[in-house]
């Protein structure tokens, strides 16, 4: 078989002297029309394969004979478009809109999510007026939830609600902007109530988590614990496994509750990222909370409340959304002990 390039699909036969090396350094002398960075990206994607098997580790080694296939997609466009994915609106007028995010949902297009976006809905919803001050492929965002994190978000429809919704979101408690969160976590703290004022930045060990570290950017985050739950049996029946804390944002930085729940040992229920270290806990749960965190698959955690200044008659708006159903079962087969 000859080594081939065309714009949709690049196949090359792995040479001897090839073998063992990386799958994406040998991608990227084969065919150079492709950047190394780019390869990666592909192999992460799931678009390269080895003989006919999809790899998605870019560090794999080669083999002699091997026929790796690389597929390119067509080029995406710079400009989101809209689809009709259903929004659930909790309050919309002609400068803003507030959502009930559900959870799976990402907030805007980005490397591995060109499509099926929240950005991507509120275009076909909103049209031509959706504001765009946050970007070409952020119009009308003014903050975001994590894909797994359900919850209220307000949009801005055109660029002065984007510009004074922006603006209180930056100042935070002097502009009477409300920011509360509901999070289920492992144990519970000693007393009702508290703040986490721990300033946060990129992890030294892994750059896709944040980290409470010294000289990072001023975190604050209030909480108070409106339910304990006990362990159901054995020896530590009668001792916290787990509670419910309203949390409160002073700040607003990247997964900031949920580090700092972690931080004070205290990380949120179902978190692939920060509570890693407490799946083996799952064992205490009774049988339906076990059940119940197995069928949640994310963070127990839900953006309750929101309250901020309308743009432009300047009324102070809050919005409540209750727990969605997936934290509510949660909750209550945590409340069966």
Known sequence: MTDEVTESIGSVTIQPEEAGGRLDRVLAARIPALSRSRLKALILDGQVTIDGRTILDPSADVKSGQVVSVNLPPPEEAVPRGEAIPLDIIYED??????????DLVVHPSAGHASGTLVNALIAHCGDSLSGIGGVKRPGIVHRLDKDTTGLMVVAKNDRAHRHLSKQFADKLESGLQRGYLAIVWGAPDRIKGTIDAPLDRSSINREKQA???????????????????APDGKDAGKPIAS????MLETGRTHQIRVHLAHIGHPIMGDETYATGFKTKASRLNAPAQAALAALGRQALHAAVLGFEHPITHEHLRFEAPLPPDMARLVESLRQG
Request: aromatic share 6%; charged share 35%.
């Open 94 to 103: 002609d400068q803003l809109i507030v959502i009930n995010k559900p959870k």
């Open 212 to 230: 409470v570290r010294e000289g990072g950017r001023d975190a604050i985050t209030h909480w108070e614990m409106r339910e304990r739950y006990d």
């Open 244 to 247: 419910l804390l309203a949390c």
